[in-house]
């Protein structure tokens, strides 16, 4: 890899506050952005043709289980209480360590190859401490940025000696001290803590107060399901004095107003998934209410065992859901809204700045800025869905996908370019056949992925 690469002639949105998008080159060395102005020399630059295209940060995914790679698909048309039961209580029992290695390698490639440079990486089927050291592995290998948030919570099936909340401690214990002590690597430690509602709020006390003794970054879902009547994590976190700056919330849909204004006003961040959200029953995305008490916006595609790992269009769901949710009140007075927000711009802060800031990255990525690490993308403005480009926060938010990603580039390494992931494709197809075969094969065996519970849950 070149140690001089110049990005240049682009249409450039650093996104810096109250910066214009201008036409301007971006000069990276080593793994820094150092210059974002016109016409910069490009000696002994590896030169990186912007023309007709837009330059940006990579976007910042604050929600995503990457291990669930190889079930892609399968829960298209399941509740929330199907994926339980299948997934998590089923499916996971079968992974090996070897298939948390080919579900991060590739779940991080499907990232990259769509403009995700950085993923918090909720971890939740480590079923051995072998299975995070493949899943680490495997995110190693792909070139991501990534957020590790290894999983505190019990799984179905775990080894009889690694199933207590001691042992997982211990586990995060030694992760922490030896191969992911550093905070400036590619590669960082979080925890993700077991759900509130299953584990009861002592465990989870005690999961928050590891985490901060070992000063990492805390997510958990949360309220994202009614019982007989609703149940608030934010009021026990609160009521155990647990609330702060360090935790990243996900989903929140059945949060009052008043919680998220607890959770805003205590530096806390929310992470919304709006495709999986409004399909399995989890209510409306409770972005636009955590705006409107002070928060920000940030997005994740959550689960690929039911849709794709393209960010771009969870951010333009979220957007269009939450517009509508505002027209609603004028549209029952038979009033045409005058103003539609929020707007375009919001969202996109959402999915590369209000991210890094989320996961404490924001000195380091999130806007193109001279002496930030070079997290980098290019998207072609000259694909029949982006030309001509009118605007180009439009053009991101309204019409790009996939496969208008040119170039990627993660810590000024290149990882895609003219529109290919430089991972060796003939190896991506042969990790996904042997895992997968072997994932199916042992469903099947235990009765397959069908959303019928041996045993009701209580919900």
């Not at 948390?100 to 401490?129: K, Q, R, W």
């Not at 002592?202 to 901060?212: D, I, K, Y």
Request: charged residues 20%; negative net charge.
């Amino acid at each position: 890899m070149p140690d001089r690469i110049l990005i240049r002639n682009g249409l450039v949105l650093t996104m810096e506050p109250g910066d214009r998008p201008r036409r301007a080159d971006v000069l990276v060395e080593g793994t820094r952005i150092v210059e974002v102005s016109d016409h910069i020399p490009s000696a002994d630059a590896d030169i990186v043709d912007a023309t007709r295209c837009i330059v940006m940060p990579g976007m910042v995914d604050t929600h995503r289980h990457v291990w669930q790679t190889q079930l892609r698909g399968v829960t298209y048309d399941w509740s929330l209480k199907d994926y339980i039961r299948s997934i998590r209580f089923q499916a996971a029992v079968h992974y090996r360590p070897y298939d948390m290695y080919v579900g991060n390698y590739l779940g991080m490639l499907e990232a990259i190859d769509a403009g995700v440079t950085t993923v918090l990486d909720f971890s939740h089927c480590i079923n051995t401490p072998e299975h995070a050291d493949a899943a680490l592995q495997g995110t190693r290998e792909s070139g991501i940025r990534s957020m590790f948030a290894l999983g505190l919570n019990d799984v179905p099936v775990a080894d009889v000696y690694f199933n207590t909340l001691a042992q997982r401690v211990e586990h995060a214990r030694k992760l922490r001290t030896n191969e992911l002590s550093s905070d400036a690597g590619l590669v960082t430690m979080g925890i993700s803590l077991s759900d509130v509602l299953v584990a009861g709020i002592e465990r989870v006390t005690h999961e928050v107060a590891t985490s901060r003794s070992l000063g990492l970054r805390i997510t958990l879902h949360a309220n994202a399901v009614m019982f007989p009547q609703p149940v608030s994590e934010v009021a026990f976190l609160e009521q155990a004095g647990l609330l702060g700056p360090d935790l990243v919330w996900v989903h929140m849909n059945q949060t009052t107003d008043d919680e998220l204004r607890r959770v805003a006003d205590t530096g806390g961040s929310v992470s919304t998934t709006p495709e999986t959200e409004m399909q399995m029953g989890m209510g409306h995305p409770a972005h636009g209410r955590f705006m409107a008490v002070g928060g920000e916006c940030t997005f994740g595609c959550d689960v690929i065992s039911n849709n794709s790992g393209d960010l771009f269009p969870q951010v333009r769901l979220a957007l269009q859901t939450e517009r509508m949710l505002r027209n609603d009140p004028e549209l029952a007075r038979y009033h045409g809204p005058d103003l539609i927000n929020p707007s375009a711009l919001s969202h996109l802060e959402g999915a590369t700045i209000n991210g890094a800031r989320a996961l404490g990255l924001d000195s380091r990525v999130g806007t193109l800025t001279a002496g930030k690490e070079a997290d980098i993308i290019v998207i072609r403005g000259d694909a029949p869905n982006m030309l001509p480009v009118n605007d180009p926060v439009a053009a991101v938010v309204m019409h790009a996908h996939a496969g208008n990603v040119d170039t990627v580039m993660v810590a000024g390494r290149v990882l895609k370019r003219a529109g290919r992931l430089l991972a060796d494709p003939a190896a991506r197809l042969r990790l996904m056949d042997e895992s997968h075969a072997h994932l199916f094969e042992a469903i099947e065996r235990t009765g397959g992925l069908i959303p019928q519970p041996p045993t009701p849950l209580p919900w």
